[in-house]
Each structure stands twice: as C-alpha cells, then as structure tokens.
C-alpha cells in the first residue's frame, strides 16, 4: 500500500513547526505544575535521576515509533492503525491502541482542563494584586477557599475549554501552529525570568540540592513506577497525541534527531520549573512534599514579593496557561481528527460535540475538591484521583507497551528503516534493543506492580 505524502487534515509548514508543536504538547503540566511536585513527594534528586532514565532508555524510543507510525499512516490513530495492521498483516487487536488512546485523551483533558482552570483563576488573581506580599499561610489559603467553590472552578474549567475548543477548530496551520509559534517562545522566557529570581531568593544552594543531591536510600520501587508514568505522561506518549501530530510531518524531516529535540526541550523545562520552583519552597520555609498545590502557593508567593510582581506573576499563569492549552489540543485532535475522517463532518462541530463531553467528565474532577470530596472510587481516591490514575498509570503504559510490540514485532523492518532513514548500524541496533526488549520489559514491570498493588490496594 502506498502511503499519501500529505494528510487530509493539512501539514506543519516545516519540521520546526511540527517540533514546536510537539513540545506544545509534550511541555504543559506535567512540567511546571506536576514534575516539581511529584518529584517533591518522591524525594528529589534521585527521582529526577530514574525519571532521566525512563524518558532516555523508554520514552525517546517509543516516541520514535509514534511518529512514524503517524506519519506512514497520515490519518487519525484509529485509520493510521488500520493502515499499518493491514500493510503488516499483523491481528486486528492491535486496533486497541487507537481506541485505547482516544479514551485515554478524553480522560487526561478532563482532569487536566480543571487544574489549567486554576492557572486561568491566579492569571487575574496575580493581576488584580491580591498576591502581593502574600505570605505562605495566605497564599496556601487562597487556594483552598477557590477550591472549596464547585462554581469558581467550574468557570474557570469552563473557560479554558472553550479556548482549547476554539484553537483546535481551527485547523493544523491556523489553528495549531499559530498558537505555538508564540506561547512556547515566550514559555521559555518567563521561566528563566523565574529561575533569575529563584536564584536570589536565598535557598537556591538547597533548591539545587534537593533537586541534585542524589540519595539511594531514597530510590524505591514506587518512584520508578510513578517516573515512569511521568515520562509518558510528560512525552505526551501512549495514547496517540504524537501519532496524530506525526501524521502531518513532512516526509522529508528526519525524525529521529527531530525526537530528541522534543524531548530534550520537555526535559529542559520540566528541570528549569524544579530550580525556579524549589529554592522559592526552601527559601519560604515550605514543605517540598505538599502534592497539587505546590506551584499555586510557592509561585504566587515568590512573584507577590518581586517589584514588578503583578506583572510578571501574572504573566507567568498566563503561560502556564497557554502551556496547558497547546497540551490539551493535542489531548483533542486524536478523537478529532478519527470523527473527521469517519462522518466527513465539520471540524468545529466535532471539536464542539468532544469539548462538552470532556467538560461533563470534568465536573467530577470539579466536585472532587468540594462537594464530593468524600465520594471515593477505588480505595481512598477521589474521582480526580482515580483518572488521574487510571490514566497516567493504567492507560498510558498499556498504550506504549503495545506500540513499542507493534513498532519491535508487527510492523516490517523495511517501512521502519524507511520512515527513519535508518541504515544497520550501532545506532539502528540500539533503538531496535530499546523499542523490543527494554521498553516493553520496563513498561510491563511496571504495569504488573501497578496492577499488583491496585487489586491487592
Ligand atoms: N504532555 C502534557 C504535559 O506534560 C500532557 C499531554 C498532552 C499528554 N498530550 C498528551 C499526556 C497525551 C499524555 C498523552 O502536561
């Protein structure tokens, strides 16, 4: 079967944009909101140790394999999927990572649309001054107070997803692109800005210690798991995102060195965000353990003390906003651009249709921090907890299991090499061993532990 060079949904200008776009989505919360604070939770530097590990040895090389995957398919993952079973002859199951991936986007946006809601709410809370020379007390209780009103955030999820909605309604170059080109630049910059007063707040020596300072006694099994699922949560990885962002790549850009761009830019921001983010904590004498809440506190708090804080405080929400929307776009354009093809329907009015759905979905989020804080699913977690779970934990990793099997065993070596401009080589050896042997191994591990522990709670 001969694959189109263009795909019906249109194409990145240049393999720039497509990179661009890429870290878009790779570089949102999982980076400035949620590495901190899980590195936090998880001891520090030897976190940040295996979770280096895991986007080397498992996440590069997988993301290696959804893009070419996309870009040989050039349709929605469920159609590329069906193309590449068929022109490998491989068992129609394997169809389950195209499914698998749709509704694994639907509930990552659910969730994450809330928290992007609450970047939305300290956008105007920086601006309107009520951070100013806030203490750690205050900023801790401001954010409680929003989190105990079902309404407040609730407007402020809604909000970002009719942004999100917006944005990935208008199309790969008008619509994607457009809103790339600007926000990453400007992400970049407002967190060395960051970083510059992090490294005057006073605890920057034991910011970088924590964040450095490498203990084994620290290493346990769960850390690897929760590094894992970080870097495929972080890479965008296991549900499709990168396959369908793979399909409008030029058939000329070579993609393995365009891969480590992506992840290194990810892996760039995600430690920048730990330097900025935890000399603030040591410096305010803050807990570096405190979950979710960590960048909302710390940040507010360290920008609440600068001169020109309401400026800079608030822009700095606003990227982290535009961070999350250009994230939650690639959450999107999966089910998207699947509906598109399948009932020729009009791309606004499928984005529409798929925003409201995950915008009830993420009501219960929503609810998880007030009204049913007490309602639990699965052991002691709220429904927040639990898709976030679900997701990170169950759905992601079974996504890359099974495209790294696909891309190692079913998929014929000869359109492989032929995506990859790959030629036998120590190179073409090495990611071979990585998307056969190490990544599913790891990823299976894994998963098995996790599910161990899940029915076992
Ligand atoms: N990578 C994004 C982040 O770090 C989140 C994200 C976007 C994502 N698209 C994804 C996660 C696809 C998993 C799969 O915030």
């Not at 790779?26 to 979770?51: E, Q, S, T």
């Not at 398919?73 to 068992?91: C, D, F, H, T, W």
């Not at 999820?157 to 619509?175: D, E, R």
Request: net charge neutral; aromatic share 14%; charged share 10%.
């Amino acid at each position: 079967m001969a694959t189109p060079s263009e795909s019906r949904h249109g194409m990145w200008s240049s393999r720039w944009l497509f990179i661009l776009a890429a870290a878009g989505s790779a570089v949102g919360l999982g980076n400035i909101w949620k590495f901190p604070y899980i590195a936090g939770d998880n001891g520090g530097g030897a976190f940040v140790l295996i979770y280096l590990v895991c986007v080397a040895a498992i996440g590069v090389p997988i993301m290696i394999g959804e893009t070419l995957m996309g870009r040989y398919g050039r349709e929605s993952p469920i159609n590329s999927m069906r193309k590449l079973i068929a022109v490998s002859n491989a068992g129609s199951y394997w169809s389950a990572i195209g499914w698998l991936g749709v509704l694994a986007g639907f509930f990552i946006l659910s969730y994450y649309a809330v928290i992007a809601g609450w970047a939305l709410n300290y956008v105007q809370l920086m601006a309107r001054g009520e951070m100013v020379a806030i203490t750690a007390e205050s900023a801790q209780q401001v954010l409680s107070d929003f989190h105990a009103s079902p309404l407040q955030m609730v407007f402020w999820q809604t909000l970002f997803m009719v942004l999100t909605v917006w944005i990935v309604s208008g199309g790969v170059s008008k619509g994607i692109e457009r809103a790339v080109k600007w926000f990453m630049p400007l992400l970049f910059i407002l967190l060395l800005i960051l970083l510059g007063y992090a490294v005057t707040s006073g605890g920057f020596a034991q910011g970088v210690d924590f964040m450095i300072g490498f203990d084994w006694s620290k290493v346990t099994v769960d850390g690897w798991l929760i590094a894992m699922g970080q870097a495929f949560f972080t890479l965008s990885l296991g549900m499709g995102a990168i396959m369908a962002y793979g399909a409008y790549l030029p058939s000329d850009a070579k993609i393995s060195s365009t891969v480590f761009m992506i992840a290194g830019l990810d892996t760039a921001v995600a430690i920048l965000a730990g330097l900025a983010i935890f000399p603030i904590v040591f410096a305010n004498g803050l807990e570096p353990a405190q979950g979710p809440g960590l960048m909302f506190v710390t940040v507010p708090l360290a920008f609440g003390q600068m001169g020109a804080g309401i400026l800079f405080g608030a822009l700095f929400f606003i990227l982290v906003s535009f961070a999350a929307i250009t994230s939650a776009i690639s959450l999107l354009e999966p089910a998207l651009a699947y509906l598109v093809e399948e009932y020729n329907a009009k791309r606004s009015r499928v984005a529409i249709s798929l925003g409201v759905i995950c915008w009830l979905l993420g009501l219960g989020s929503v609810f998880s921090f007030n009204i049913w804080s007490d309602v639990h699913v699965l052991g002691d977690k709220t429904v927040f907890d639990f898709v976030d779970y679900v997701s990170q934990n169950i759905m992601l990793p079974l996504g890359g299991l099974l495209i790294a099997l696909f891309v190692g065993y079913a998929l014929p070596k000869e359109l492989v090499f032929e995506q990859l401009g790959l030629k036998e080589g120590l190179a073409a050896s090495l990611w071979m061993l990585s998307i056969k042997v190490i990544a599913p191994a790891g990823v299976l591990i894994v998963f098995v532990k996790t599910i161990y522990d899940t029915v076992m709670g």
